[in-house]
């Protein structure tokens, strides 16, 4: 029996794990990139254990984990240093069933492609949605340079500002500006230890993490108007905003090559789409739910979205009740993570001193209160599980026959 045909447009985070969930169950995948390579536009990625839970499904997760770094303290602070609160990296890995591990995004994207057989992605093939199908009838048709492909299902993984999306629902309102803006490094790591955190200003935060190989991948964001660029470069838009704040924060930027600093307006969909799903044609990742990074979620709901898709459209099953399934599933989760994603960064865009001075008093008190109070803003979140049992996706060569791993012994310890 000939294994149906999954097209991906699209070679992101959401996209290669999609290809790769649906190749694990059954499916015949080819993954259409319009870059010329797989190399990502991006800097560093903080996967919670919902992710890492997530790539358990493709066999992936406790690599990941063997890649975390942080230990001990970090939390928040304030840029003349003051700790508005502390969080121990045990207390959280305890409370979600595992750490959080930060990956550059090269390393993450190289993992998840491994997963797949080197022909199934394409690159330097722009593609376009010509038709979504019918669930129950035609298939999807995708146009490329070299023709059209007809598809059993088309993912649409194509970002932010997606193409599929508008020719799935024109009338959507998309993304929208979320008024401010972002910027990404990755350097060495400073000569002095330092406390992983995140630093809130005056409509401005910096974040600096460790990676496991040594380097810092440090972020920062600031209220700005869409489309604003520095008049010279990007590490002396850097110093101007933050090189008075608390170390190491300016001897990280010190540290950053100018055409190493990336920067990114954020765009986020506060308005849901009325589902995830067309036809024989369904969304991931960004496509479906752009979101403010206040959370670190972004990334994360992408990687779920792609293992509980395949989950849902098992080869031989109906495939229109597949998909409804998936929109039932991730609808209203994504739709709730952006809505918490959005209001966390009002707090973040305050610039009024008396504003400014009352949140970090309440921060500073809820720290007091307990460790447990500040991570509860990932409840329901950072605790999520795959609705599926690890490693129980049937390949394409041999049935998987389920294995005890990482999730399962954590799981095992709490009872």
């Known amino acids: 029996m000939d294994m149906p045909r999954a097209v991906v447009i699209g070679s992101g985070i959401g996209g290669l ?4 969930a649906l190749h694990r169950s059954g499916w015949q995948v080819t993954v259409l990139e319009r870059a010329g390579s797989l190399e990502p536009v991006g800097a560093g990625i903080g996967l919670a254990p919902n992710a890492q839970r997530a790539l358990d499904v493709i066999g992936l997760g406790d690599e990941i984990r063997s890649l975390a770094a942080w230990q001990g303290e970090g939390g928040m602070r304030t840029p003349d240093g003051r700790w508005l609160s502390r969080t121990d990296a045990t207390a959280a890995a305890e409370r979600f069933g595992g750490p959080l591990v930060l990956v550059h995004r090269a390393t993450l994207i190289d993992r998840i492609a491994a997963r797949l057989p080197a022909s199934a992605v394409r690159t330097g093939c722009p593609a376009r949605l010509v038709d979504p199908g019918t669930a129950g009838g035609g298939p999807a048709v995708v146009a490329t340079p070299d023709g059209t492909v007809e598809a059993d299902l088309v993912v649409g993984a194509d970002g932010i500002h997606s193409a599929v999306r508008d020719a799935l629902f024109p009338g959507s309102p998309g993304p929208a500006y979320a008024g401010f803006t972002t910027w990404r490094v990755v350097v060495p790591a400073p000569d002095r ?4 955190h995140e630093t809130w200003g005056r409509g401005a935060l910096w974040g600096t993490q460790p990676l496991k190989d040594g380097r810092i991948y440090a972020y920062g964001a600031a209220v700005a108007p869409a489309g604003a660029r520095a008049a010279d470069d990007e590490k002396a838009e850097l110093l101007r905003r933050f090189g008075d704040w608390h170390d190491p ?3 990280i930027i010190a540290a950053a090559r100018p055409e190493g600093v990336l920067r990114n307006d954020v765009y986020q969909m506060t308005d849901p789409l009325p589902a995830f799903h067309r036809g024989r044609t369904v969304l991931v990742g960004d496509s479906a739910h752009a979101m403010a990074p206040t959370l670190g979620q972004g990334g994360n709901q992408a990687i779920e979205d792609g293992i509980v898709l ?5 080869p031989g099953g109906d495939l229109g009740a597949g998909l409804a399934a998936y929109t039932a599933d991730r609808l209203p989760r994504t739709a709730a993570v952006v809505r918490k994603a959005e209001q966390v960064s009002r707090l973040m865009r305050l610039t009024s001193p008396p504003a400014v001075k009352m949140r970090d008093v309440v921060m500073s008190a809820v720290s007091r209160l307990g460790p447990g109070l500040v991570l509860r803003t990932f ?14 996706a049937r390949t394409t ?14 799981r095992d310890a709490r009872r």
């Open 193 to 196: 230890p330092f406390a992983p």
């Open 17 to 20: 794990t999609a290809a790769a």
């Open 310 to 314: 395949a989950h849902h459209v098992a």
């Open 249 to 251: 924060v300016p001897e």
């Open 397 to 410: 060569d041999a049935p998987a026959a389920p294995q005890r791993t990482h999730t399962d012994e954590d």
């Open 379 to 392: 409840d329901g979140i950072a605790d999520w599980r795959p609705p599926q049992h690890t490693y129980a």
